[in-house]
T-cell receptor
Framework: DSGVTQTPKHLITATGQRVTLRCSPR?????VYWYQQSLDQGLQFLIQ?????ERAKGNILERFSAQQFPDLHSELNLSSLELGDSALYFC?????WGAGGRTDTQYFGPGTRLTVL | GENVEQHPSTLSVQEGDSAVIKCTYS??????FPWYKQELGKRPQLIID?????GEKKDQRIAVTLNKTAKHFSLHITETQPEDSAVYFC???????????????FGQGTELSVKP
């Protein structure tokens, strides 16, 4: 158990719908990262928040958005869902923001499996 | 953009043999290289990592080597056991000039199968 929690574990929804994925980082970690894992694309970085502020952005679709709240938990919002959005969504956390050193080790949560029908 | 190539995509070894997985990264200034193990349906778990100021790191049966000149790094598992069977991912962190954060670029993964 990494200490990172994600809810829900599974989500089944229809095309065009909107869903929210939730992540709580390890105690003491200030950074939250979101990754998407699909069969053909591997693990793809979506976005990082550090202490409430967006820190780095990957190839995240405009239909996707995220935020980090004052208690440091994060939510990833996926809207206008398409079949191709079906994937495992992982959240990871680290102490630091990426400057280097031991504080940047990323620990992954158990993931949310999203199925869009 | 940043890219990490990983080979082989599948690897089958006999229990007790060694396994080697290789990765190549595109940006020579990348500075951090972790390896993750992912069992089916589970989270990626960090097994070892290396930073750009170190050439080699070992932890029991697992070792990682880094060749900055060639821009590649490798995972070595000795005395493999059936419980080593999983998908292994390498990753690289791009330098701060491209990435004001800690994002990781992952390789495509290697499915390791250890036959008893």
């Amino acid at each position: 158990d990494s200490g990172v929690t994600q809810t829900p574990k599974h989500l089944i929804t229809a095309t065009g719908q909107r869903v929210t994925l939730r992540c709580s980082p390890r105690s003491g970690d200030l950074s939250v990262y979101w990754y998407q894992q699909s069969l053909d694309q591997g693990l793809q970085f979506l976005i990082q928040y550090y202490n409430g502020e967006e820190r780095a952005k990957g190839n995240i679709l405009e239909r996707f958005s995220a935020q980090q709240f004052p208690d440091l938990h994060s939510e990833l919002n996926l809207s206008s869902l398409e079949l191709g959005d079906s994937a495992l969504y992982f959240c990871a956390s680290s102490v630091g923001w990426g400057a280097g050193g031991r504080t940047d080790t990323q620990y992954f949560g158990p993931g949310t499996r999203l199925t869009v029908l | 953009g940043e890219n990490v190539e990983q080979h082989p995509s599948t690897l089958s070894v006999q229990e007790g043999d060694s396994a080697v997985i290789k990765c190549t990264y595109s940006d020579s200034a990348s500075n951090y290289f972790p390896w993750y193990k992912q069992e089916l349906g589970k989270r990626p778990q960090l097994i070892i990592d290396i930073r750009s100021n170190v050439g080699e790191k070992k932890d029991q049966r697992i070792a990682v080597t880094l060749n900055k000149t060639a821009k590649h790094f490798s995972l070595h598992i000795t005395e493999t056991q059936p419980e080593d069977s999983a998908v292994y991912f390498c990753a690289a962190r791009p330098p701060l000039r491209y990435n004001q954060g800690g994002k990781l670029i992952f390789g495509q993964g290697t499915e390791l199968s250890v036959k008893p």
